[in-house]
C-alpha cells in the first residue's frame, strides 16, 4: 500500500519535472541580450571617462562583471539606479562629483589659435574647423564629455552650463491633497437627465454669471513688467536691448529672427534680466526681461496699418501677424501666423471663428464678442485671407445669446457671408478638435489637427489681437483678462497689460481665501508664486472662495467615468494607478488606450471624479516625463550614431593607410626584382 | 455610498419587519466590528482613520453583510463577519478600491463555511414572529448563544432548503399549503425590497444597468435551462429566491470588484448568475450567489484583458 504511494507519487513528480523541464525549454522568453540593455541605459555620450572606449564597451564590461556600475560620470545617479535596478544589485555611489545639469563645450573664439587639436579628441564629431581657422562647437550635437578641454594648448575651451529648456521640465506628481473642491459647490459636472456620459461629453454647471455683464476695464500699469523672454517651445529668446535703454511702446524687445517678437507693453526703461517664477506645472523659473514703465506713454506705433487689409497678398498678412507676435490667446499660446501658415499648407477651406468658453468661470471671449464683435469679424476676414479659408463660422456657446446677438449684428453689417454656429454647453466643447464636429460636421481623427480636415479654428482673443495687428498696426501687448470665483470681489473682466505680476491683478480682484487658479476653473494651474506676470495666453484668474477649495482625495474605486468622458478614448483610472506606482512612467505606453501622449490635459476625467482624484495632474507628470525621456533617447541616439560613424572612418582611413603601405612596399619589392 | 444606503433602506426595513429585533443586532454588531478593525488596519497601515471611516464603505459593508446573515445569531458570529469582511476582504489588498473580492461576501462565506449550523437556521419569515419569539429570548440567544427550546422550535427550511435537501416535489406541496403567495413566501416581500431600491439607483445612474441586467439575465436563462433539462425549480422561483435580486443590485454592480469594459461586465453578470444556478440546482449548497461572486471576482481582471484584446484590440503587455 505505501509502496504503491510512493512509487505513483515519484512518478508523478518524474513526469511533472520532464513537463516543466520541456516547457522551460521551449517556452524560454526571446530576452534582449543584457549588453544592449545596459547599453540603451548608457548616456551614449561616449566620453571614455569611465575608462572605456564609448559606451558599448563600458557595458560590455559591466555585462561580463568586470566593472563597477558607478563610473558613467555623464549619466549621473539617475544612470547609476536605473543600472542597478536592471541588474539587480545595489546603487552604488557614483565617483565623479554630480555635476548641477548639462554642460556645453565653448571655444572661445578670440583665443583659438586654429591647432585642430580638439577636433579629434571629441567622440561625435561635434566641433568643425579647419587649420589656421576659427573652430567652433555645435551646441546641440556636444554630448559634455569635456574629453576637448584638455587638448587645447591654450585653454580657450571651457564648459558652461546650459540652461534647462522649458519643455523638458517634469511637473511633480500630485500630492493627495491638491484635488478639486466639493461638486455640489462649486461648479462641475452635472447629470444630464437624459444622457448616459458619453466620449468627450460632461455636462457643466457653469458660473459665468459672477463675471458676465460689465463693461471691461483697463488695470493700470504695474511698477514693473516682468516678460518671459520665451518662444513658444520654451526655447530662450535673445533680447534686442541692454540694461538701462529706453523703450518706447510697442518696440520689440526680442531679435528680429525670432518666431514670435516680444513688445514693450508699455513705455520704458529695461532695467535688467532676472530669472522669475512664471506660471508653469513645473514651477519653473525663467530669464525674463524687467521693464520699468514711467509716465511718457507716446501714441507711437512701430508698424504702419495695412490698409486696405484685406487687398493685401496672404504672405503680407502672415509676416505681420508674425511682427506683431501674435500668440493663441485661447491658452496654448502657439504662434498665430505659424499656425495660419500650416493651415495655408494644408489647404484649409473653413475657419472656425472659436467662441466657445467651455470653462466654468472665464468670460473673456464673450465679453469680446460682445463689445468688440466688428473687429473680431473683420480679423477673421483677415485671419481668412491670410490662410485662404474661403468660408467663416462663428462658433458660440448655447449660453452666450448676446455674444451671439453680437456677432449677428457684426456680421450682418460687415456684408454678411459668414455663418453663427451655436454649440452645446458640453465640456471640452472649446477644445479646438472638439470644436470641429458641430461647428462643420467633419471629423478629427484622433491624433490629428482640424487642419488635416480643412479647418482652422482661432480664438476670438486672437482675431481681435489680429485686427489691432494689420489695421491699427498694433503689436500683442495686452489682453482681456477674467476675473471670477467665490473669493473675488470685484469680478469681471479687465485688460490687463501682459507682464503685469499676478499680485497686482490679484490686489484688484479682491482678497483670497484659498486656491488661487490661473487659466480658468477646470483646466488652470494653482498659483503657487503671485509674482509671477501675466502671459499672452491667460485667459483668467480664479479666486476660490472656502466653499470652493479642494477636498481631500479617496480611493479609486474604479466606476469608469473617467474612462467613459475622456474625449481621447483613454483609461485615466488604469493609468494614474500605473503611473502612481512607478510602473512604465516615461517609456512607451502597453496599448494606445493608456499612452500619456494622447492626453490633452482638458481635466474632464477630473472634473466628474467622484473621489477627487488629481487625474489630469497625474497624467500631466507622465506625459512630462514621456516626452523628456523621448527627447534623451533620442539625443542618445544621435551620439551613438556619430560616434559610430567616427569609428567606421577612423578605421576606414587605416585600412586605407595599411593598404597604401602595402603597395609601395610591393612595388619596392618588383622594383627589387 | 449614501445613494447606495438610501437604497437598502427598504430591505432593512422590510427584514426587520419581517425577522424582528435580530436583524437589526446583526447590522449594529457588524458595523461595530468592522468599524473597529478599519480604523486598526487603516492605522496600522499610516491612513487617516477619519477619511477610510467617512466614506460610508463600511457601513454599506455592515449592511449587506447584516441582511444576508440569519435573523437569530449569537453575537460573535456577525462580529467575525464584520471584522473578517474589511480585514480579509479589503484592508489586506490596501484598502478601498484595491480588493479583488467583494469585501461583504469575503466576511459573509467565513462565517457560513465556519458555522454552518448557525447560519443555516432561518425562522419562518412571519411579521407576527416578534410575538412567538420575544425580543428577550432573541436578545438572550444574541448573548449567549444558547438555543431555547421554542426558538429552535420556530427554526424552519427556507424555500431554497427545501429544493436542496428534500426536491422540487417538497417545494410545490409547501407552496400549496401556503397559499396567496409564490413558492418564495413572505421572502417574495424582501426581494421586491431590493428591487425597489436597486431600481432606484438604476435610475439615478449609481450603478451600471448592465451588471444587474446580466445577473437577472444569466440566473433566468439558466434556470430555464435546468427546468426543461433536470425539471428544475421554475424561473420566477429562482428569481425571487434567495439573494437573487440583492445580488443583482447591490453585490454584482460594486465598481471595485467588477470588470470596466461594458462587454466584460455582462460576461462578468452573466456568469454570476449561471454558477450560482449551477450551484443552486446541482450543488449542496441551498445559495450558490456568495460563491459564484468570489469566482467571478477572481475571473473579472481576466474578463477585462480578454474583452480588451478581443474586442478593441488593445491588450496590456
Same mark, same amino acid.
Given at each position: 500500500?505505501?509502496?504503491?504511494?510512493?512509487?505513483?507519487?515519484?512518478?508523478?513528480?518524474?513526469?511533472?519535472?520532464?513537463?516543466?523541464?520541456?516547457? %522551460?525549454?521551449?517556452?524560454?522568453?526571446?530576452?534582449?541580450?543584457?549588453?544592449?540593455?545596459?547599453?540603451?541605459?548608457?548616456?551614449?555620450?561616449?566620453?571614455?571617462?569611465?575608462?572605456?572606449?564609448?559606451?558599448?564597451?563600458?557595458?560590455?564590461?559591466?555585462? +561580463?562583471?568586470?566593472?563597477?556600475?558607478?563610473?558613467?560620470?555623464?549619466?549621473?545617479?539617475?544612470?547609476?539606479?536605473?543600472?542597478?535596478?536592471?541588474?539587480?544589485?545595489?546603487?552604488?555611489?557614483?565617483?565623479?562629483?554630480?555635476?548641477?545639469g548639462p554642460l556645453v563645450a565653448r571655444i572661445d573664439e578670440a583665443q583659438c589659435i586654429g591647432c585642430t587639436r580638439c577636433l579629434p579628441a571629441c567622440p561625435v564629431d561635434a566641433i568643425v574647423g579647419a587649420p589656421k581657422?576659427?573652430? /567652433?562647437?555645435?551646441?546641440?550635437?556636444?554630448?559634455?564629455?569635456? @574629453?576637448?578641454?584638455?587638448?587645447?594648448?591654450?585653454?580657450?575651451?571651457?564648459?558652461?552650463?546650459?540652461?534647462?529648456?522649458?519643455?523638458?521640465?517634469?511637473?511633480?506628481?500630485?500630492?493627495?491633497?491638491?484635488?478639486?473642491?466639493?461638486?455640489?459647490?462649486?461648479?462641475?459636472?452635472?447629470?444630464?437627465?437624459?444622457?448616459?456620459?458619453?466620449?468627450?461629453?460632461?455636462?457643466?454647471?457653469?458660473?459665468?454669471?459672477?463675471?458676465?455683464?460689465?463693461?471691461?476695464?483697463?488695470?493700470?500699469?504695474?511698477?514693473?513688467?516682468?516678460?518671459?523672454?520665451?518662444?513658444? /517651445?520654451?526655447?530662450?529668446?535673445?533680447?534686442?536691448?541692454?540694461?538701462?535703454?529706453?523703450?518706447?511702446?510697442?518696440?520689440?524687445?526680442?531679435?528680429?529672427?525670432?518666431?514670435?517678437?516680444?513688445?514693450?507693453?508699455?513705455?520704458?526703461?529695461?532695467?535688467?534680466?532676472?530669472?522669475?517664477?512664471?506660471?508653469?506645472?513645473?514651477?519653473?523659473?525663467?530669464?525674463?526681461?524687467? =521693464?520699468?514703465?514711467?509716465?511718457?506713454?507716446? +501714441?507711437?506705433?512701430?508698424?504702419?496699418?495695412?490698409?486696405?487689409?484685406?487687398?493685401?497678398?496672404?504672405?503680407?498678412?502672415?509676416?505681420?501677424?508674425?511682427?506683431?507676435?501674435?500668440?493663441?490667446?485661447?491658452?496654448?499660446?502657439?504662434?498665430?501666423?505659424?499656425?495660419?501658415?500650416?493651415?495655408?499648407?494644408?489647404?484649409?477651406?473653413?475657419?472656425?471663428?472659436?467662441?466657445?468658453?467651455?470653462?466654468?468661470?472665464?468670460?473673456?471671449?464673450?465679453?469680446?464678442?460682445?463689445?468688440?464683435?466688428?473687429?473680431?469679424?473683420?480679423?477673421?476676414?483677415?485671419?481668412?485671407?491670410?490662410?485662404?479659408?474661403?468660408?467663416?463660422?462663428?462658433?458660440?456657446?448655447?449660453?452666450?445669446? !448676446?455674444?451671439?446677438?453680437?456677432?449677428?449684428?457684426?456680421?450682418?453689417?460687415?456684408?454678411?457671408?459668414?455663418?453663427?454656429?451655436?454649440?452645446?454647453?458640453?465640456?471640452?466643447?472649446?477644445?479646438? #478638435?472638439?470644436?470641429? !464636429?458641430?461647428?462643420?460636421?467633419?471629423?478629427?481623427?484622433?491624433?490629428?489637427?482640424?487642419?488635416?480636415?480643412?479647418?482652422?479654428?482661432?480664438?476670438?482673443?486672437?482675431?481681435?489681437?489680429?485686427?489691432?495687428?494689420?489695421?491699427?498696426?498694433?503689436?500683442?501687448?495686452? #489682453?482681456?483678462?477674467?476675473?471670477?470665483?467665490?473669493?473675488?470681489?470685484?469680478?469681471?473682466?479687465?485688460?490687463?497689460?501682459?507682464?503685469?505680476?499676478?499680485?497686482?491683478?490679484?490686489?484688484?480682484?479682491?482678497?483670497?481665501?484659498?486656491?488661487? =487658479?490661473?487659466?480658468?476653473?477646470?483646466?488652470? @494651474?494653482?498659483?503657487?508664486?503671485?509674482?509671477?506676470?501675466?502671459?499672452?495666453?491667460?485667459?483668467?484668474?480664479?479666486?476660490?472662495?472656502?466653499?470652493?477649495?479642494?477636498?481631500?482625495e479617496q480611493p479609486c474605486i474604479r466606476c469608469t467615468r473617467c474612462t467613459l468622458v475622456c474625449p481621447e478614448g483613454l483609461r485615466p483610472h488604469e493609468m494614474v494607478s500605473r503611473i502612481r506606482a512607478g510602473v512604465g512612467?516615461?517609456?512607451?505606453?502597453?496599448?494606445?488606450?493608456?499612452?500619456?501622449?494622447?492626453?490633452?490635459?482638458?481635466?474632464?476625467?477630473?472634473?466628474?471624479?467622484?473621489?477627487?482624484?488629481?487625474?489630469?495632474?497625474?497624467?500631466?507628470?507622465?506625459?512630462?516625463?514621456?516626452?523628456?525621456?523621448?527627447?534623451?533617447?533620442?539625443?542618445?541616439?544621435? +551620439?551613438?550614431?556619430?560616434?559610430?560613424?567616427?569609428?567606421?572612418?577612423?578605421?576606414?582611413?587605416?585600412?586605407?593607410?595599411?593598404?597604401?603601405r602595402q603597395r609601395k612596399r610591393e612595388a619596392i619589392a618588383n622594383k627589387g626584382a | 455610498m449614501g445613494e447606495v444606503l438610501l437604497a437598502l433602506t427598504p430591505a432593512a426595513a422590510v427584514s426587520i419587519w419581517l425577522f424582528?429585533?435580530?436583524?437589526?443586532?446583526?447590522?449594529?454588531?457588524?458595523?461595530?466590528?468592522?468599524?473597529?478593525?478599519?480604523?486598526?488596519?487603516?492605522?496600522?497601515?499610516?491612513?487617516?482613520?477619519?477619511?477610510?471611516?467617512?466614506?460610508?464603505?463600511?457601513?454599506?459593508?455592515?449592511?449587506?453583510?447584516?441582511?444576508?446573515?440569519?435573523?437569530?445569531?449569537?453575537?460573535?458570529?456577525?462580529?467575525?463577519?464584520?471584522?473578517?469582511?474589511?480585514?480579509?476582504?479589503?484592508?489586506?489588498?490596501?484598502?478601498?478600491?484595491?480588493?479583488?473580492?467583494?469585501?461583504?461576501?469575503?466576511?459573509?462565506?467565513?462565517?457560513?463555511? +465556519?458555522?454552518?449550523?448557525?447560519?443555516?437556521?432561518?425562522?419562518?419569515?412571519?411579521?407576527?414572529?416578534?410575538?412567538?419569539?420575544?425580543?428577550?429570548?432573541?436578545?438572550?440567544?444574541?448573548?449567549?448563544?444558547?438555543?431555547?427550546?421554542?426558538?429552535?422550535?420556530?427554526?424552519?427550511?427556507?424555500?431554497?432548503?427545501?429544493?436542496?435537501?428534500?426536491?422540487?416535489?417538497?417545494?410545490?406541496?409547501?407552496?400549496?399549503?401556503?397559499?396567496?403567495?409564490?413558492?418564495?413566501?413572505?421572502?417574495?416581500?424582501?426581494?421586491?425590497?431590493?428591487?425597489?431600491?436597486?431600481? %432606484?439607483?438604476?435610475?439615478?445612474?449609481?450603478?451600471?444597468?448592465?451588471?444587474?441586467?446580466?445577473?437577472?439575465?444569466?440566473?433566468?436563462?439558466?434556470?430555464?435551462?435546468?427546468?426543461?433539462? /433536470?425539471?428544475?425549480?421554475?424561473?420566477?422561483?429562482?428569481?425571487?429566491?434567495?439573494?437573487?435580486?440583492?445580488?443583482?443590485?447591490?453585490?454584482?454592480?460594486?465598481?471595485?470588484?467588477?470588470?470596466?469594459?461594458?462587454?466584460?461586465?455582462?460576461?462578468?453578470?452573466?456568469?454570476?448568475?449561471?454558477?450560482?444556478?449551477?450551484?443552486?440546482?446541482?450543488?449542496?449548497?441551498?445559495?450558490?450567489?456568495?460563491?459564484?461572486?468570489?469566482?467571478?471576482?477572481?475571473?473579472?481582471?481576466?474578463?477585462?484583458?480578454?474583452?480588451?484584446?478581443?474586442?478593441?484590440?488593445?491588450?496590456?503587455?
Open positions: 500500500m505505501v509502496l504503491n504511494a510512493v512509487i505513483t507519487l515519484t512518478l508523478l513528480a518524474g513526469l511533472c519535472g520532464i513537463g516543466l523541464g520541456l516547457a %522551460g525549454r521551449r517556452l524560454a522568453g526571446q530576452r534582449d541580450p543584457v549588453v544592449e540593455r545596459i547599453d540603451a541605459l548608457l548616456p551614449q555620450t561616449q566620453c571614455g571617462q569611465c575608462g572605456y572606449p564609448g559606451c558599448r564597451p563600458y557595458a560590455e564590461a559591466i555585462a +561580463a562583471g568586470s566593472a563597477p556600475i558607478n563610473l558613467c560620470a555623464p549619466g549621473g545617479s539617475a544612470t547609476v539606479q536605473a543600472l542597478a535596478e536592471l541588474l539587480q544589485v545595489d546603487p552604488e555611489p557614483i565617483d565623479e562629483a554630480e555635476g548641477n581657422q576659427l573652430h /567652433t562647437v555645435l551646441r546641440s550635437e556636444c554630448t559634455g564629455c569635456q @574629453l576637448c578641454v584638455a587638448t587645447c594648448p591654450v585653454d580657450c575651451i571651457t564648459m558652461e552650463a546650459v540652461e534647462v529648456p522649458l519643455s523638458s521640465r517634469i511637473r511633480p506628481l500630485p500630492t493627495p491633497q491638491s484635488t478639486r473642491a466639493e461638486p455640489l459647490l462649486r461648479p462641475g459636472p452635472v447629470r444630464h437627465p437624459h444622457s448616459e456620459p458619453r466620449l468627450g461629453e460632461v455636462w457643466v454647471r457653469d458660473a459665468k454669471q459672477t463675471s458676465r455683464g460689465s463693461t471691461p476695464t483697463t488695470l493700470a500699469l504695474p511698477e514693473r513688467l516682468i516678460l518671459p523672454l520665451l518662444d513658444h /517651445t520654451g526655447t530662450p529668446l535673445t533680447p534686442a536691448q541692454q540694461p538701462g535703454e529706453r523703450v518706447r511702446r510697442g518696440t520689440p524687445l526680442t531679435m528680429p529672427d525670432a518666431t514670435v517678437p516680444l513688445h514693450a507693453p508699455a513705455a520704458g526703461v529695461v532695467e535688467g534680466f532676472e530669472h522669475h517664477p512664471i506660471v508653469h506645472p513645473s514651477a519653473a523659473r525663467v530669464r525674463c526681461l524687467i =521693464l520699468r514703465p514711467d509716465d511718457e506713454q507716446s +501714441a507711437v506705433l512701430p508698424m504702419p496699418p495695412l490698409d486696405p487689409p484685406l487687398a493685401q497678398p496672404p504672405q503680407v498678412l502672415l509676416e505681420r501677424i508674425r511682427q506683431a507676435g501674435i500668440r493663441g490667446m485661447g491658452g496654448g499660446a502657439f504662434p498665430s501666423a505659424l499656425k495660419l501658415a500650416d493651415a495655408a499648407e494644408c489647404g484649409v477651406d473653413v475657419l472656425v471663428v472659436n467662441g466657445v468658453e467651455c470653462d466654468t468661470y472665464l468670460t473673456c471671449d464673450e465679453t469680446l464678442l460682445c463689445q468688440h464683435a466688428d473687429e473680431v469679424i473683420a480679423g477673421a476676414r483677415i485671419a481668412a485671407r491670410a490662410c485662404g479659408a474661403e468660408q467663416i463660422l462663428v462658433a458660440v456657446k448655447a449660453g452666450s445669446r !448676446y455674444a451671439a446677438e453680437a456677432a449677428r449684428r457684426a456680421i450682418a453689417a460687415a456684408g454678411g457671408g459668414i455663418r453663427v454656429v451655436t454649440v452645446d454647453a458640453l465640456y471640452p466643447a472649446g477644445n479646438e #478638435r472638439h470644436i470641429v !464636429y458641430p461647428a462643420t460636421g467633419r471629423v478629427v481623427p484622433p491624433g490629428a489637427r482640424p487642419p488635416t480636415v480643412g479647418v482652422v479654428c482661432q480664438n476670438v482673443s486672437t482675431l481681435y489681437a489680429i485686427e489691432r495687428a494689420v489695421v491699427h498696426g498694433e503689436p500683442s501687448m495686452a #489682453r482681456l483678462l477674467t476675473i471670477s470665483g467665490g473669493a473675488a470681489e470685484h469680478p469681471g473682466n479687465y485688460w490687463v497689460a501682459v507682464g503685469t505680476p499676478l499680485a497686482a491683478v490679484i490686489a484688484a480682484a479682491g482678497e483670497p481665501q484659498g486656491r488661487i =487658479l490661473v487659466g480658468g476653473g477646470i483646466m488652470g @494651474l494653482p498659483l503657487r508664486d503671485r509674482s509671477a506676470p501675466v502671459t499672452h495666453g491667460m485667459s483668467g484668474v480664479i479666486l476660490e472662495s472656502v466653499a470652493e477649495t479642494p477636498l481631500p512612467v516615461g517609456e512607451p505606453a502597453p496599448s494606445i488606450d493608456l499612452d500619456p501622449l494622447r492626453c490633452t490635459g482638458c481635466a474632464s476625467c477630473e472634473l466628474v471624479c467622484p473621489s477627487s482624484i488629481p487625474l489630469a495632474g497625474v497624467l500631466g507628470h507622465a506625459r512630462d516625463a514621456t516626452r523628456v525621456r523621448l527627447c534623451e533617447r533620442e539625443r542618445a541616439e544621435r +551620439a551613438r550614431e556619430r560616434f559610430e560613424a567616427r569609428q567606421l572612418r577612423a578605421s576606414r582611413r587605416k585600412r586605407e593607410k595599411e593598404a597604401a | 424582528g429585533v435580530g436583524v437589526a443586532l446583526n447590522i449594529a454588531t457588524v458595523l461595530v466590528a468592522a468599524t473597529l478593525v478599519e480604523a486598526v488596519a487603516v492605522r496600522a497601515r499610516g491612513g487617516s482613520v477619519r477619511a477610510a471611516l467617512g466614506d460610508g464603505s463600511v457601513l454599506v459593508t455592515a449592511l449587506i453583510i447584516g441582511l444576508c446573515l440569519p435573523p437569530l445569531l449569537p453575537w460573535w458570529i456577525p462580529a467575525l463577519a464584520g471584522a473578517l469582511a474589511v480585514l480579509l476582504g479589503k484592508q489586506v489588498y490596501g484598502g478601498l478600491g484595491q480588493n479583488v473580492f467583494n469585501p461583504a461576501i469575503v466576511g459573509y462565506v467565513a462565517v457560513v463555511l +465556519a458555522f454552518p449550523q448557525a447560519t443555516g437556521m432561518w425562522p419562518a419569515p412571519d411579521p407576527t414572529l416578534g410575538a412567538v419569539i420575544s425580543n428577550g429570548e432573541a436578545w438572550r440567544y444574541f448573548l449567549s448563544g444558547e438555543l431555547t427550546p421554542l426558538a429552535d422550535a420556530l427554526t424552519h427550511a427556507t424555500p431554497l432548503d427545501r429544493l436542496a435537501t428534500d426536491g422540487l416535489a417538497a417545494l410545490l406541496a409547501h407552496e400549496a399549503a401556503v397559499p396567496g403567495l409564490a413558492a418564495t413566501g413572505a421572502w417574495t416581500w424582501l426581494g421586491l425590497a431590493f428591487l425597489l431600491g436597486g431600481i %432606484g439607483l438604476v435610475a439615478r445612474r449609481t450603478i451600471d444597468w448592465r451588471l444587474p441586467s446580466g445577473v437577472l439575465i444569466g440566473t433566468a436563462a439558466t434556470a430555464a435551462l435546468f427546468a426543461v433539462v /433536470t425539471d428544475g425549480a421554475a424561473v420566477g422561483f429562482h428569481l425571487l429566491a434567495g439573494a437573487t435580486l440583492m445580488v443583482a443590485f447591490f453585490i454584482a454592480t460594486d465598481p471595485v470588484t467588477a470588470p470596466v469594459e461594458s462587454r466584460a461586465r455582462w460576461l462578468y453578470a452573466a456568469g454570476i448568475g449561471v454558477v450560482a444556478m449551477v450551484i443552486r440546482e446541482l450543488g449542496g449548497h441551498p445559495d450558490g450567489f456568495a460563491f459564484a461572486i468570489l469566482m467571478m471576482n477572481a475571473t473579472a481582471p481576466l474578463l477585462d484583458y480578454w474583452v480588451r484584446r478581443s474586442w478593441r484590440g488593445t491588450a496590456d503587455s
